[in-house]
Structures are given as C-alpha cells and as structure tokens.
Nanobody
Framework: QVQLVESGGGLVQAGGSLRLSCTAS????????MGWFRQAPGKEREFVAA????????YYADFVKGRCTISRDNGKNTVYLQMNTLKPEDTAVYYC????????????????????WGQGTQVTVSS
C-alpha cells in the first residue's frame, strides 16, 4: 500500500509556472505507475499526465501537451508535474495517483485504473 501527498499548488498569474510534487510513503515506489489528474469546480476529474514505473514512458492530455512535463525520482519517492504557460482554465485541484504494475514502460490514463490517490493540491490561475 502507498500513501500519496501532493504539494506545490498555489495562486499564479496566467503565463506563469508551477511545479507540483507528489511524495509517496511506503516501499517499492518504483513498482508504481503514476499519474496526475485534475478536477475543476462542477466538472469531472480528468487525466492530465502519466509516467511509467521507470520514467521511460510518458503520456499527456492534449490540453497540456507542450506546456507540462511529468517526471519522477524513484530515489526520492516523488513524481513531479512541471506546468508552464498556465491558463485560467488550468484552475483545478490536482491529484496524483498510483498503481502497482508489472510492466516497467506502461502508462495508465484513466481514473479507474489507479488504486491510490492523494488528497489534492489547489492550483489557481488568475487572468
């Protein structure tokens, strides 16, 4: 089992940047594929980005391609989401998620595939 804690959210002006972090407790972080999702008020939670166990594979939602980078440091039990050129429509609570997988290069892009979730961190982008 793994517990996830997100950090790094905050208030930023449009065009600015933020780096979100998600730190996992427990052992064998490298056994988990990781993902970032977000949920805006009144909307369903949606996929943002995913990274494989090894970090060798990544996948992004179309609306963040070219603006965000997901990465992980297995030695620090942490996954990151670097977000650049932020827009007001990026305002949401951002969640990280984890799933133990046998495949080192597989990425997961849907909510139902993940077993563990953090509590979320608020990102607010002002215009």
């Amino acid at each position: 089992q793994v517990q996830l804690v997100e950090s790094g959210g905050g208030l930023v002006q449009a065009g600015g940047s933020l780096r979100l972090s998600c730190t996992a407790s427990g052992r064998a972080f490298s056994n988990y594929a990781m993902g970032w999702f977000r949920q805006a008020p009144g909307k369903e939670r949606e996929f943002v980005a995913a990274v494989s166990r090894s970090g060798g594979s990544t996948y992004y939602a179309d609306f963040v391609k070219g603006r965000c980078t997901i990465s992980r440091d297995n030695g620090k039990n942490t996954v990151y989401l670097q977000m650049n050129t932020l827009k007001p429509e990026d305002t949401a609570v951002y969640y990280c998620a984890a799933k133990s997988l046998a495949f080192t290069l597989m990425v997961l892009t849907t909510l139902s595939e993940y077993d563990y979730w953090g509590q979320g961190t608020q990102v607010t982008v002002s215009s």
